[in-house]
């Protein structure tokens, strides 16, 4: 069974474009979750979907950032315009429910992104 | 607000001494406690949770209530065990983590 798959590894853009990375859930997971690791500082949460709403964004930095999940399949994150301070690596990771509580989350590559 | 600390970044040991990193909580009511391991080149998975008492790879960890702490410990280290280590609590689905330690186990 494929895991957690994330496009593109790797991604080097210039301060002011626009980048989206996307997420692969694993095939029947309802919840989708985004976090970030910026250097040398710890994982953050950015966003959980369930399905294709969004259950909490709290951890979103500001209205750069924009998750999507249409159809509740797949999920994007596009920043713009990227500023020097949103670099890092993204990591997506999905669970299931069973019984009523949210599984074990299984996590993806990342995306490493680096903003010149 | 929920926080995890590690409050070390790396660890170095060699192989056969024991280990143990260490991970503190704050958090008013019932944690759910999680050590994740990332190995070079691999993804981060998850390696043990509190709730469910098991030994994975000779790794343990117990939940102490009263120091808040959930330190991950092993007798003694391999080569293979050198990785990226995080704790990580759980806050309504989201998961918490603390900043890692970098385990070394020397030869």
């Known amino acids: 069974e494929a895991g957690v798959t994330q496009f593109p590894s790797h991604s080097v853009i210039e301060k002011g474009q626009t980048v989206t990375l996307r997420c692969d859930p694993i095939s029947g997971h309802d919840n989708l979750y985004w976090y970030r690791r910026v250097m040398g500082k710890e994982i953050k949460f950015l966003l959980h979907f369930v399905k294709e709403s969004k259950q909490d964004e709290s951890g979103m930095p500001n209205n750069r950032f924009l998750a999507e999940r249409t159809g509740g399949t797949y999920s994007t994150l596009k920043v713009q315009p990227a500023e020097l301070e949103d670099s890092g690596v993204y990591f997506c990771?999905?669970?299931?429910?069973?019984?009523?509580?949210?599984?074990?989350?299984?996590f993806g590559p990342g995306t490493r992104l680096t903003v010149t | 607000a929920q926080r995890v600390t590690q409050p070390e970044k790396l660890l170095s040991v060699f192989k056969g001494a024991p280990v143990e990193l260490k991970c503190n909580y704050s958090y008013s009511g019932s944690p759910e406690l999680f050590w994740y391991v990332q190995y070079s080149r691999q993804r981060l998975q998850l390696l043990l949770r509190?709730?469910s008492r098991e030994s994975i790879k000779g790794f343990t960890a117990d939940l102490n209530k009263g120091e808040t702490s959930f330190h991950l410990k092993k007798p003694f280290a391999q080569e293979e065990d050198s990785a990226m280590y995080y704790c990580?609590?759980?806050?309504?689905?989201?998961?918490?983590f603390g900043t890692g330690t970098r385990l070394q186990v020397f030869p």
């Open positions: 990580a609590s759980k806050g309504t689905d989201k998961l918490i």
């Open positions: 990771a999905s669970s299931q429910d069973r019984g009523g509580r949210t599984r074990e989350q299984y």
């Open positions: 509190h709730i």
